[in-house]
């Protein structure tokens, strides 16, 4: 995608084909700031702060952060720790675990002496292969919509769709998932306007959706959290589409801290609840989300404290609960499959379950009635 008018993916190699370059997401929307990454350790701390998040991003990040590490130690030993602690930086979003599992499948079999090039062809490779997943996304979820978009634009009125999080191209390699359907109707003339959650605690909805809408020209309005049910009461959101980091072979989707809420008021006020995902972020391993997606909780801090723009057009961080007061801090929640309208994947649209699933993958039917 675009930013001032320079194409931009979210990881990229530098010029020496070696180091590793990000946008530093932290930084957004007040500062666009790209960061090198020259070893694996730099890649963790990247996943770990959330200079890279989403879980397709994750994985791509990851698969890099192998191909450092292979240029620092490329024995068995080395692998395997560089895999582990690559592993651990994050739990929820499965796509790290695909990635590294991609990446050890490649390298494990092969002498020393050829596996940082291999690394770094297997690394660009499922950077790659997001892109074109992404861009699969974006047709696929656009022929969803389009024939309510036309119906609304033709009496005047706006496609409005919610969206909660960031799911757009900075969490993915390019494009995104379920911000993909709505760039390639708007690409195309379709009237669309997106309503943006703030998602808190970090805000990925106010900071990152609205600017990379904003970069594309896409018409939205950002709203509180608690806003998007009283919006559907009042007739006003026309579709719900989401991400997700994990979702179950059976259609039970983990997403961003409050996708779960806005799912129940979509089913509540029968508006359509859509999500966007690679296959990579299908874990069929899983048939409960509820019970078995490992949910991770972060600082409290993000949660007390608050960072923007002060009247001086500094960025400065505020404390936003009182003093001795504790906070928790979810990341994710997991939305059942029954609040689920329908999964688009690079493959099609499927029905929230695992027939549905299984039906454009079948490679992994064997996975499911194990």
């Keep these: 995608m675009n930013v001032g008018g320079t194409a931009y993916r979210t990881i990229w190699l530098g010029d020496d084909g070696r180091t590793v370059e990000i946008i530093d997401q932290t930084r957004l929307p007040h500062e666009f700031v790209t960061v090198e990454l020259r070893t694996s350790d730099d890649a963790v701390t990247a996943i770990k702060t959330m200079q890279v998040r989403g879980a397709p991003l994750i994985g791509a990040t990851a698969a890099y952060g192998l191909a450092l590490a292979m240029t620092a130690d490329a024995t068995d030993a080395g692998l395997k720790s560089a895999a582990k602690t690559l592993l651990d930086s994050r739990p929820t979003a499965v796509n790290l675990r695909w990635a590294l599992d991609t990446m050890a499948r490649v390298l494990a079999d092969l002498p020393e002496e050829s596996r940082v090039d291999a690394a770094y062809e297997a690394a660009a490779k499922i950077a790659d292969d ?73 805000n990925q909805g106010a900071s990152l959706t609205a600017w990379e809408l904003g970069q594309h020209g896409v018409p939205h309005t950002v709203i509180v959290d608690n806003a998007g049910g009283h919006l559907m009461q009042h007739g006003r959101v026309d579709a719900c589409i989401t991400g997700s980091d994990r979702t179950t072979g059976t259609g039970d989707v983990c997403n961003k801290i409050g996708t779960y809420l806005k799912a129940l008021a979509a089913h509540d006020n029968n508006i359509p609840f859509y999500v966007a995902l690679p296959q990579s972020t ?30 001086d057009g500094e960025i400065a961080t505020v404390q936003v609960t009182p003093l001795g007061s504790k906070a928790a801090n979810a990341a994710f929640d997991v939305t059942p499959a ?26 992994h039917a064997q996975e499911m009635s194990e």
Excluded: M, Q
């Design 130 to 202: 997001d892109v074109e997943s992404c861009r699969a996304i974006g047709k696929h979820g656009a022929k969803v919509f389009n024939d309510l978009a036309v119906d609304l634009n033709k009496s005047g009125s706006d496609l409005n769709i919610l969206t909660h999080c960031n799911a757009g191209w900075l969490a993915t390699v390019d494009y995104g998932t379920a911000l993909a359907p709505i760039y390639t109707l708007h690409d195309s003339g379709v009237r669309v306007h997106v309503w943006v959650d703030e998602t808190r605690p970090r």
């Design 282 to 311: 299908i874990d069929w391993s899983i048939t409960d989300g509820v019970r078995d997606i490992p949910i991770e909780e972060r600082n409290s801090r993000e949660v007390t404290h608050i960072a923007g723009l002060n009247e």
């Design 338 to 363: 029954r609040l689920v309208t329908g999964i688009i994947t690079e493959r099609g649209v499927a029905d929230p379950n695992g027939a549905g699933l299984v039906a454009l993958y079948p490679e």
